[in-house]
């Protein structure tokens, strides 16, 4: 058992049971959220009253934070009231270029940056069974560990430079993210041909087009109707693969298949920006209109 303080900041849908599951791991923790800690913290957790008391008391801290500019901003207070010596676990989804920009503002303070964002959605994060892609020194992937266990089934340690956890999260949600449309564009033609959702799942998860919205999100949230349950809304999913794809204009890199998927989650995000991710298959089953004729 780690005698280190650690710090969290940002409990919403993902941060929440995050910061839950590293309470029950046993390890100390101080949390902040805007949007109401006290209401919001773990069971065990110390209240702060800033994110800079935060980053005055914590030798690692956590960032889950919802968008690439809130992010920023907590990085910038961390920068002016954090501790030389302490380091900043970044789990959210804001890109190569933003975890660089992070890294280097946290650096001028003395300040070590991990970039590990995380896969598995809000069921996974209640489990405490999150995947983490962490880019960083050796050093400070080492101390920041205990902490990243708290809530990780697995740490996979992807490069030394921040913004690689980034590329490996971004190509992770352009393959789950256009599943999304591709399975629901499948699974409507399989039910206007009479076939039964519960039946198509089954099948297809024993045969070649499994994938994870097959396995793990259609059966949990679009064969039972928990639309609205999956803890991501329109807008987030918008933004994640946005960044995927600009990136890799950036890059003149291949992405025709995926912009398309992207045109697709852009009007789905249009519809209802609030909207929980899951509603794709019902806002593509009615709106064939999207697909492209010739």
């Known amino acids: ?22 309470c029950e791991k046993g390890l100390s923790l101080i949390v902040h959220d805007i949007a109401g800690t ?38 910038q207070e ?11 676990v970044d789990t959210c ?5 933003a975890a660089a920009g992070n890294s280097r503002i946290l650096e001028a303070a003395g300040i070590g940056y991990v970039d590990a ?6 069921f996974r994060a209640e489990e405490g069974t999150l995947t983490s892609m962490a880019a960083g020194t050796s050093e400070a992937v080492a101390r920041a560990r205990p902490l990243i266990e708290g809530y990780s089934r697995v740490l996979y340690h992807v ?24 399975t629901s564009e499948a699974l409507v033609y399989g039910e206007r041909g009479g076939l039964d959702m519960d ?31 999956s803890g991501a809304d329109a807008h987030i999913v918008e933004k994640d693969l946005g960044l995927f794809v600009e990136g890799t204009k950036a890059m003149h ?15 789905f995000a249009r519809d209802n920006p609030t909207q929980d991710q899951m509603r794709i298959y019902p806002f593509v089953r009615d709106n064939g209109d999207l697909s492209v004729s010739d």
């Open 78 to 88: 961390i920068a002016q009231a954090g501790q030389a010596g302490c380091v900043v």
């Open 253 to 267: 890199s291949a992405n025709a298949v995926i912009t398309s998927a992207y045109e697709v989650i852009k009007a």
């Open 117 to 122: 964002p995380v896969s598995g959605l809000r």
């Open 93 to 97: 989804t804001i890109g190569p270029e």
């Open 38 to 75: 006290a209401e919001r913290a773990p069971t065990g957790a110390e209240i702060a009253q800033s994110n800079d008391e935060v980053a005055r008391r914590a030798g690692v801290i956590v960032l889950s934070l919802p968008s690439v500019e809130i992010n920023r901003a907590v990085v």
């Open 159 to 182: 490069g030394q430079n921040p913004g690689q956890g980034q590329y490996m999260k971004l190509v992770n949600n352009a393959l789950c993210i256009s599943a999304y449309v591709t």
């Open 1 to 22: 058992m780690t005698n280190e303080h650690f710090g969290f900041i940002g409990l919403g849908n993902m941060g929440g049971p995050m910061a839950r599951n590293v």
């Open 199 to 229: 039946t198509m799942l089954q099948v297809l998860n024993d045969s070649s087009g499994q994938n994870f919205s097959t396995s793990q999100i259609f059966p949990k949230y679009v064969a039972t109707g928990r639309y609205d349950e």
